[in-house]
């Protein structure tokens, strides 16, 4: 069993409706959740970490997490095109962060 | 506050021959990865320092992978000899300390070719 895993997609969504990201993780020890946004042939960048349980929100973008069910999502309201990317999840268990596969996001105009 | 910096960008290499990357950190992060990303897949951690000392270096290959971080700041990963299957892109990535919460910032990386 993948300890994070993501649909890898490709996810296609309208420009300007709201793209769900889901992310489920095996150990349920887990402690810290990010997302990272990853342009093709880019480096991650950093969008949102969660660390307890609940929504928390950074302008267009909702990270929820639910420990009891192991499950971590994104969402991000208002989609632009500049929203197209590979989106990681990755979850922290003491000190080593594990990576899902990604899920490559295409948002249409 | 500038970012984690890494060179080269580019390297092409025949197969068994040797090839460093080097990376600097985030001012004040004492915490430094290695990371190798395969195309199509997330990021694996290679080896973890924190400070000069290495706190996880599990899935570092190490009959031909070694890396070093001698003053507790600038970092290098070697391969010698590489392998085919060792063409991916080499992130270095920071955090100002161990810990749940830090979170960590990558570089541009290296795409490395092995041909």
């Known amino acids: 069993q993948k300890e994070v895993e993501q649909n890898s997609g490709p996810l296609s969504v309208p420009e300007g409706a709201i793209a769900s990201l889901n992310c489920t993780y095996s150990?349920?020890?887990?402690?810290?959740f990010f997302w990272y946004r990853q342009y093709s042939g880019k480096s991650p960048e950093l969008i949102m970490s969660?660390?307890?349980?609940g929504d928390k929100e950074d302008g267009r973008f909702t990270a929820q997490l639910n420990k009891a069910s192991q499950y971590v999502s994104l969402l991000i309201r208002d989609s632009q095109p500049s929203d197209s990317a590979t989106y990681l999840c990755?979850?922290?268990?003491?000190?080593?962060?594990?990576f899902g596969t990604g899920t490559r996001l295409t948002i249409i105009p | 506050e500038a970012g984690v910096a890494q060179s080269p960008r580019y390297k092409i290499i025949e197969k068994r021959q040797s090839v460093a990357f080097w990376c600097n950190p985030i001012?004040?992060?004492?915490?430094l990865y290695w990371y190798q990303q395969i195309l199509g897949q997330g990021p694996k951690l290679l080896i973890q320092?924190?400070?000069?000392?290495?706190?996880?270096d599990s899935q570092l290959p190490k009959d031909r992978f070694s890396a070093e971080r001698l003053k507790g700041v600038d970092s290098t990963l070697k391969i010698q000899p590489a392998k085919l299957e060792d063409s991916a892109v080499y992130l270095c990535?920071?955090?100002?300390?161990?810990?749940?919460?830090?979170?960590?910032?990558f570089g541009p990386g290296t795409r490395l070719t092995v041909t």
């Open positions: 990535a920071s955090s100002l300390d161990l810990g749940t919460a830090y979170e960590q910032y």
């Open positions: 150990d349920r020890g887990s402690q810290s």
């Open positions: 969660i660390y307890s349980n």
């Open positions: 990755a979850v922290k268990f003491y000190e080593k962060l594990t």
């Open positions: 001012s004040g992060h004492a915490t």
């Open positions: 320092f924190q400070n000069n000392g290495v706190v996880d």
